[in-house]
């Protein structure tokens, strides 16, 4: 093309960026449709009837199903799930096994944020000591949690932890346990219990894919700038030469 004189550098940094930023926001596209779908089964299942503990472990899909326990908390394995915040303020879940008395099945039940202003104090619950009635659901994260180091399981409890993973409990204290957390309504020893479901709605993804379509489309609209000045360029200079000599 005798018209148009991008540059090598320019050519090779065009041919790296341009199709990872599409990548990318077709990638954020992708993303906000799995939330989407997220969401709508979240809707549906919620409304749904209430599961025992018995038919919830034999539930293929368990995600975001409603459940009913009757049972007691388990208050000497505490989990203290860190950096969770509220209307600008930090805290903590508190999570705690519970014996389901009628399938003899061990449940992680998440009951809710309470703050924790002063990192050098550790936080103030209690637990009911009572067998208690349970409204619950089951939360399943939409992707693996990156951690940059992993929680020790030797820790004492109340175990600060960043991330739950319920098997690996079982597996520590020996019990034949649910694999997924559950997330209590409001009743009996609950605290605050309005999570979101994903911390990024599908709208959020959307703006993203846009930002990332639309600096690739600059940046190749750069390129084509660049390309068709330098020929204009080069072009008036090969002229002036030709009229000098």
């Keep these: 093309m005798k018209g148009f004189r991008p540059g090598l550098v320019p050519s090779l940094v065009v041919a790296v960026l341009v199709p990872v930023m599409v990548c990318l926001g077709f990638w954020q596209l992708g993303r906000g449709e799995q939330k989407r779908v997220l969401m709508d089964t979240y809707a549906e299942r919620r409304v749904a009837k209430p599961m025992d503990s018995a038919e919830l472990a034999q539930t293929a899909d368990p995600a975001f199903r409603p459940v009913s326990l009757r049972g007691h908390f388990d208050a000497e394995h505490s989990l203290l799930l860190d950096n969770r915040q509220h209307d600008g303020k930090v ?26 202003p002063d990192r050098r ?12 009635d349970l409204q619950a659901w089951v939360y399943v994260a939409p992707g693996a949690t990156f951690q940059l180091h992993a ?29 997924y957390e559950l997330r209590q ?26 930002q990332w379509f639309a600096m690739a489309a600059a940046l190749f609209g750069l390129f084509l700038y660049l390309g068709w000045h330098n020929a204009g360029r080069h072009h008036g200079e090969h002229h002036e030469s030709n009229q000098h000599v």
């Design 91 to 116: 805290g903590v879940e508190l999570l705690q096994p519970f014996l389901d008395h009628a399938s003899g099945l061990w449940l992680l039940v998440n009951r809710g944020w309470l703050p924790w």
């Design 121 to 132: 104090t550790p936080p103030v619950f209690s637990t009911p000591q009572q067998t208690v």
């Design 151 to 179: 929680d020790p399981a030797s820790a004492p409890w109340p175990r600060l932890v960043t991330t739950i993973e319920p098997q690996k409990l079982w597996a520590e204290l020996d019990r034949g346990g649910f694999a």
């Design 185 to 210: 309504q409001s009743g009996p020893g609950a605290y605050r219990t309005d999570w979101p479901v994903v911390s990024m709605g599908p709208e959020k993804h959307l703006g993203y894919a846009v």
